[in-house]
Nanobody
Framework: QVQLVESGGGLVQPGGSLRLSCVAS????????MDWYRQAPGKQRELVAS???????NYSDSVKGRFTISRENAKNIAYLQMNNLKPEDTAVYYC?????????WGQGTQVTVSS
């Protein structure tokens, strides 16, 4: 069964940190690029960070220097370490896996940055 399950979201104060996890099952994880997207209320879903199967990373300008994407191929897990969080980072964060065959989406995890 194909599943991507995100966890680690929650409520955090501005300047705080969270680490999101995405556990994948039923997909060829080692040949799959993993992305983190986010969608704020009333806004389009946007790509935040990507990590290729061989570890090459890319970030949106809005999170560069604050967020770090990583992966553990042995455990089929992708992470998003988020530091110095700002209120504008508030959104539902989604994990996506993509390879030459298809895209896979998780159900999302809520991140709220507020004092």
């Amino acid at each position: 069964q194909v599943q991507l399950v995100e966890s680690g979201g929650g409520l955090v104060q501005p300047g705080g940190s969270l680490r999101l996890s995405c556990v994948a099952s039923g997909i060829p994880f080692t040949v799959t690029t993993m992305d983190w997207y986010r969608q704020a209320p009333g806004k389009q879903r946007e790509l935040v960070a990507s990590i290729s199967s061989n570890g090459v990373t890319n970030y949106s300008d809005s999170v560069k220097g604050r967020f770090t994407i990583s992966r553990e191929n042995a455990k089929n897990i992708a992470y998003l370490q988020m530091n110095n969080l700002k209120p504008e980072d508030t959104a539902v964060y989604y994990c996506n896996g993509r390879n030459i065959w298809r895209n896979y989406w998780g159900q999302g995890t809520q991140v709220t940055v507020s004092s």
